[in-house]
C-alpha cells in the first residue's frame, strides 16, 4: 500500500483537468490531441475523450521527445512562387554580351 506522501500519478485527465496542468487553452490540447502529440483515453461506454497523463507528462518535459505534428497543408505561396522563380532562373542562360 502507498503512504500519503508517494501519490500515483493518474492514468488520464480530463481536458479541462489538462488545461489546468499545462497552461494551455482547450484548443491547443484539442489540436495536440489531434495531431498525435498527446495521446487520447477513451472509455467504452462513456462518450468522454480523456488525456493520458504519461503523454502530457511527456509534452511538458523540457526534453520533449513527443512526436512532432505532421506538417498539412500545401507549402506556403511564395516559398513555391520563389523556389519556381528560382528553377526558372537556374534554367535559362544569361544572354552573351554584344560585342
Partial sequence: MTSKSEVAAP???T???AC???GFGPTSIWAFLKSGRLEPVRVPGVRRTLVSYK???RLLSPQSD???PRKRGRPN???SD???YLDELSRRSLP???P
Fill in 96 to 98: 552573351k554580351a554584344a
Fill in 20 to 22: 489546468e496542468l499545462s
Fill in 82 to 84: 520563389l523556389r519556381r
Fill in 66 to 68: 513527443a512526436p512532432q
Fill in 55 to 57: 503523454s502530457l507528462a
Fill in 11 to 13: 492514468i488520464a485527465v
Fill in 15 to 17: 481536458v479541462a483537468k
Fill in 77 to 79: 505561396k511564395q516559398v
